[in-house]
Antibody
Framework: QVQLQESGPGLVKPSQTLSLTCNVS??????????WSWIRQPAGKGPEWIGR???????TYSPSLKSRVTISLDTSKNQFSLNLSSVTAADTAVYYC???????????WGQGTLVTVSS | SYTLTQPPSVSAAPGKTATITCAGN??????VHWYQQKPGQAPILVIF???NRPSGIPERFSGSNSGNMATLTVTGVEAGDEADYYC???????????FGGGTKLTVL
């Protein structure tokens, strides 16, 4: 069974870059057939998809965030990462990594990590 | 961008049926997925491709999709079904994955 675990700073200052890593176990991100996504959820709101990466390195980003998002992967560590630049308080949320299947649904999720943007 | 609208709350007594709706323009032409989220936990996939249940999800959970409305139905509601439920689609026009605002299911 695939397991995902997010890690990174829980507090980021405004205008700085938010950086998170997702460690994948129980399966290889290099095996193909799946995409690896980042999703966030502000308190009391629905989830918001941020973007995804394929084992080949091909990325797709949410239109609303693409100017600030970079997703990369490290196959040697079986990890993928998120960078979100120029953050504001509106970027405060629980950030999840997830595996994306087929016609774009998410079958395995990490437990989530709260990132607060504040000075 | 594509928008999905869900009622904020739905309630049902134990053993009864709960119906959670997800409205979107011609959503019947899209593929809908549903997630259950309990407080402090990550979402769990309960329905994919409109009507399919992942392994481990009880048959009490079912989905349908037609016209401008998709529906998640929970029959024989149990206390453990109390949670937030979110619908989700892929919007091909923008290549975006869109979630609804969520519906809180309360078991009376």
């Amino acid at each position: 069974q695939v397991q995902l675990q997010e890690s990174g700073p829980g507090l980021v200052k405004p205008s700085q870059t938010l950086s998170l890593t997702c460690n994948v176990s129980g399966g290889s991100i290099s095996s193909g057939g799946y995409y690896w996504s980042w999703i966030r959820q502000p308190a009391g709101k629905g989830p918001e998809w941020i973007g995804r990466i394929y084992f080949s390195g091909i990325t797709t980003y949410s239109p609303s965030l693409k100017s600030r998002v970079t997703i990369s992967l490290d196959t040697s560590k079986n990890q993928f990462s998120l960078n979100l630049s120029s953050v504001t308080a509106a970027d405060t949320a629980v950030y999840y990594c997830a595996r994306e299947m087929g016609i774009n649904y998410f079958d395995f999720w990490g437990q989530g990590t709260l990132v607060t943007v504040s000075s | 961008s594509y928008t999905l609208t869900q009622p904020p709350s739905v309630s049902a007594a134990p053993g009864k049926t709960a119906t959670i709706t997800c409205a979107g323009n011609n959503i019947g032409n899209k593929i809908v997925h549903w997630y259950q989220q309990k407080p402090g936990q990550a979402p769990i996939l309960v329905i994919f491709y409109d009507t399919n249940r992942p392994s481990g999800i009880p048959e009490r959970f079912s989905g349908s999709n037609s016209g401008n409305m998709a529906t998640l139905t929970v029959t024989g509601v149990e206390a453990g079904d109390e949670a937030d439920y979110y619908c989700q689609v892929w919007d091909s026009a923008s290549d975006d994955r869109v979630f609804g605002g969520g519906t809180k299911l309360t078991v009376l």
